[in-house]
């Protein structure tokens, strides 16, 4: 797994669940705003669309229905911090094909969660928030990865 050029280790935490998994993703949405690109590494089944969920769900206060990307490969919600775009990039063929999904209108104005980053190459923007998701045993380990002001930021998260 490829990680960021500012891939400062911020926290890592192991996960019993998906229920667990969709709660720390809950926990990460009050510390993003729009602009952040958030990109979610992993093999399928770790847990990657779960976690977005957690997060959506919790800022939408509910059983908002939140579909995986993957046939539409973008879907556009709005929290209250701005809208948020899901992306799933695991079937494109070429980096340059994310400019068909509106990806830099996305990181302009919104906040960007990536599943399957690496889809993009270097059209990836170096200032991002990696969150690494790992089989472990029957659970998952998740590390959070970012520069210095990522690790700031997320301060409160990691500490809850």
């Keep these: 797994m490829r990680t960021s050029p500012a891939g400062n280790l911020i926290h890592q935490i192991d996960l019993k669940d998906a229920d667990e998994t969709a709660a720390l993703g809950s926990r990460l949405g009050p510390f993003l705003q729009p602009g952040d690109i958030v990109a979610l590494d992993g093999d399928l089944g770790t847990g990657k669309t779960t976690f977005v969920r957690g997060l959506i769900q919790s800022e939408l206060g509910?059983?908002?229905?939140?579909?995986?990307?993957t046939f539409t490969l973008v879907q556009t919600y709005g929290l209250p911090a701005?809208?948020?775009w899901h992306f799933d990039l695991y079937r494109l063929e070429e980096p340059e094909e994310?400019?068909?999904?509106?990806i830099e209108d996305a990181f302009s104005d919104a906040i960007s969660m990536i599943e399957w980053p690496?889809?993009?190459?270097?059209?990836?923007?170096?200032?991002h928030l990696r969150i690494e998701l790992t089989h472990k045993g029957d659970g998952r380990s998740v590390a959070f990865r970012g520069g210095e002001d990522w690790g700031r930021r997320l301060r409160g998260l990691v500490e809850e």
Aim: no cysteine.
């Design 118 to 127: 690496d889809r993009m190459g270097s059209l990836l923007p170096r200032d």
């Design 82 to 84: 701005g809208e948020l």
């Design 62 to 69: 509910g059983d908002q229905d939140v579909p995986s990307p």
């Design 98 to 102: 994310v400019y068909e999904l509106g």
